[in-house]
């Protein structure tokens, strides 16, 4: 049993990449002495992209949540289920709601355990690609705001989370547990004259819900296939659906030195990339643990929350211009740049992640730090109202009158 520290905690995930990064975060708690309770948010439906990997990694959840189709009708259902959830779970004496990363399930679960009472922390916390028409900015946005303890990545999303205001006590550099799970498989890094080809990966709805967007993509794969074969692309559900509705599914089939898969496993997608010289790919997860195995990264963005990468010159935003890609793969994919980029060390974490979570929880001053109680200004204003009131009088401002 924790001594001092927190007993239960509840751990809501809706998609694989929130599987697959949870699973030893839950596993180490639970091996700690803590009780998890764990709530599948129904947001990945495909059975083939959910359930295969709660088998996969040994996370099968304690509840399931059922949503609708719609859009709309899927949000709302999942905020009055969250709630119902967070409810029951706070009367059972839940301490925490723990989430990670950026999709609906944060924002969603984050505010409910407000309203409960219950304090949030935030894992993969600070985290930010600037880009505001991104969805994923603002959910871990709104986990921010809601969270009380802010499990950070890396220093630079640590030092994010300081310039936002967030008090340095409050954050804790953790790593990202996607690197537990590659660390785990026993999946290592190839001398780069072991490599050859490309693994690309696609599935966010900017690059694949527009016809105009995904038969870019579709010359992309084509002409990769043309100079760097072989190509591997494990294609996306939802890709897959927009492929074939767009009439391009035919002609990317017949793509020559494109090799095209239904979702591979976990391990199976580690040792593909593994065996790649450059990973071509709009997804956050892959960015993280192609830096892990040593394989330079083409991101088909124009921004990204993992800007160490970029920084270390290991990823190169490319956004979805074919003759762009080609050019960034082209000189990545050189023997100079293969071997610099295999020699550094992986940004975004050991592998030891869940170790760092556990012993967070555990730590009796967590607890205290987590309490939600109504400050008592009644006799000084708060530190910050007076800091901001200096800046004003520093300025030579009025208080009343506004400026434009």
Not at 157 to 164: D, F, M, N, R, S
Not at 211 to 220: C, D, K, M
Not at 274 to 286: H, P, Y
């Amino acid at each position: 049993m924790t001594v001092g520290g927190l007993q239960r905690v509840l751990v809501p995930f809706g998609t694989r990449p929130e599987v697959i990064k949870l699973a030893p975060v839950v596993a180490a708690l639970r091996s700690r002495g803590l009780e998890v309770r764990t709530v599948a948010t129904g947001q990945q439906a495909a059975a083939t992209m959910a359930d295969r990997f709660y088998e996969e990694l040994g996370l099968v959840p304690d509840q399931r949540i059922e949503l609708p189709e719609e859009p709309a009708a899927r949000l709302g259902e999942l905020l009055h289920q969250a709630a119902r959830v967070v409810e029951d779970e706070a009367r059972a004496g839940t301490e925490l709601v723990l989430v990670l990363g950026d999709t609906f399930t944060v924002p969603v679960f984050a505010l409910a355990a407000r309203r409960s009472r219950l304090p949030v922390a935030h894992l993969e916390a600070g985290l930010r690609s600037l880009n505001p028409t991104s969805m994923e900015e603002v959910n871990r946005r709104v986990g921010a705001a809601c969270a009380s303890l802010h499990l950070a990545p890396t220093e630079l999303a640590a030092g994010l989370l300081l310039l936002e205001g967030v008090p340095a006590d409050r954050i804790k550099v953790v790593g990202n547990p996607v690197l537990d799970v590659a660390r785990a498989t026993g999946v290592t890094r190839r001398p780069p004259q072991a490599r050859q080809g490309i693994v690309v990966t696609a599935h966010r709805a900017t690059n694949v819900d527009d016809p105009a967007r995904l038969a870019n993509l579709v010359a992309l794969l084509e002409a990769l296939g043309r100079r760097h074969p072989p190509v591997r692309f494990p294609v996306h559900p939802r890709t897959a659906d927009r492929l074939r509705a767009f009439g391009l599914a035919d002609r990317l089939a017949q793509a020559q030195g494109v090799v095209l898969s239904e979702p591979l496993g976990y391990q199976a997608m580690l040792e593909a990339m593994a065996a790649c010289q450059v990973v071509v790919t709009d997804s956050g997860g892959i960015q993280e643990e192609a830096a892990y195995l040593g394989v330079p990264v083409v991101v088909l963005r124009r921004s990204t929350p993992r800007w160490e990468g970029v920084a270390l010159g290991a990823a190169v935003l490319s956004g979805l211009d074919p003759e762009e890609v080609l050019a960034a793969v082209e000189r990545l994919a050189t023997p100079a740049q293969q071997e610099r980029v295999a020699g550094l060390p992986c940004p975004y974490g050991d592998g030891h992640a869940a170790e760092r979570v556990a012993d967070v929880l555990q730590d009796p001053a967590t607890k205290e730090l987590l309490a939600l109680d109504e400050p008592d200004f009644r006799r000084s204003l708060p530190a910050v109202v007076q800091a901001a009131l200096d800046q004003v009088a520093a300025q030579g401002a009025s208080l009343w009158v506004p400026r434009g």
